[in-house]
């Protein structure tokens, strides 16, 4: 199998990259710089620019690119840019795989679980409605952005992705040292609803998607519990041997812009893998406990 993997200089990708040549698989990447190797390949989505002579002949595209939410403070110039740098790129791999002679049959996309907002009471499963927050509205056009491939009869997955738990970076990395230090506690009351995935399952999920013709359309990349902000943070406590008795006054959050605030820190979200678990994977990280074990 030759797959084509855009994104993977990020958290995910770096992982995803070392798993799929592990496996032997014939691995190529999307870079914006001039290649260093044989299996990369130079594209621009901002402009649009990527041969489909390049990409010929691939059995499977792999999208995980975007600038990261939690990067910048959101000004109106950055929001543009988060929702731009999801949907721009996505179009130019469309583009050129539409006029490709040899298509994929799977095309694999990142989304993410605010795409059903930033709160809700109810548990929520593929089927549940777009939210209205901005993150909501971002993963809203991101997915359309790859609805062209429908009709070239190109299997789409859209993995609606919590946030995914693993060592060399993503959350994890910011939290550790303050929590070494002891200085870590839970976001207000710590009640929030927290969707979340080991980086270790969600390698192997997209390795599933890839070869599952079964799963198509969105797919909830969460671990199977539903824990809350205070399970985690006690959690992380637990394995690193350290307290959390520092609580977060959520009033601290305003500091920053609303919309970011809510979508990014004070998200409240129970989120079911509906579509995973009726598939046959089987997560090596089912509850948290079982990727933070308390230190002996």
């Known amino acids: 199998m030759r797959i084509l993997v855009a994104g993977s200089s990020g958290f995910i990708g770096q992982a995803l990259i070392r798993e799929l040549s592990k496996s032997g698989l014939e691995t190529h990447c999307l870079v914006r710089r001039p290649p ?4 990369e390949i130079q594209w621009n989505p901002s402009t649009g620019e990527l041969e489909a002579s390049s990409i010929e002949g691939f059995n499977a595209v792999i999208h995980l690119g975007g600038a990261g939410v939690a990067d910048k403070i959101w000004t109106s110039k950055y929001k543009e840019t988060l929702l731009k740098s999801r949907t721009e790129s996505t179009k130019t791999l469309c583009r050129a795989i539409a006029e490709c002679k040899n298509k994929p049959e799977v095309f ?8 059903y907002g930033a709160k809700s009471e109810q548990k929520l499963t593929e089927n549940s409605p777009n939210g209205k927050s901005f993150l909501a509205h971002v993963c809203k056009e991101w997915e359309a952005a790859s609805e062209s491939l429908e009709a070239l009869e190109i299997r789409r997955v859209l993995m609606r992705t919590g946030v995914v738990l693993g060592p060399g970076g993503g959350m994890l990395a910011k939290c550790l ?3 070494k230090m002891g200085l870590g506690g839970n976001i207000g009351m710590g009640k929030r ?14 390795v599933h998607c890839l070869n599952d013709d079964s799963l198509r359309g969105p797919i909830n990349a969460c671990a199977p519990e539903i824990i809350s902000n205070a399970t985690f943070t006690k959690t992380l406590a637990r394995h690193l041997g350290r307290p959390s008795i520092f609580p977060v006054p959520t009033l601290v959050f305003k500091l920053l812009p609303k919309e970011m605030a809510d979508d990014l820190f004070l998200c409240d979200l129970k989120i079911s893998p509906q579509k995973i678990q009726a598939s046959s994977f089987e997560f090596t990280h089912p509850t948290i406990k079982t990727l933070l074990k308390p230190k002996k």
Do not use: E, K, R, T
């Not at 694999?108 to 795409?115: A, D, F, L, P, Q």
């Open 36 to 39: 260093n190797s044989q299996n």
């Open 177 to 179: 040292p303050v929590f």
């Open 108 to 115: 694999i996309c990142s989304s993410g679980v605010n795409y």
């Open 193 to 206: 609803y927290f969707p979340w995935i080991s980086l270790c399952d969600m390698v192997q999920l997209i």
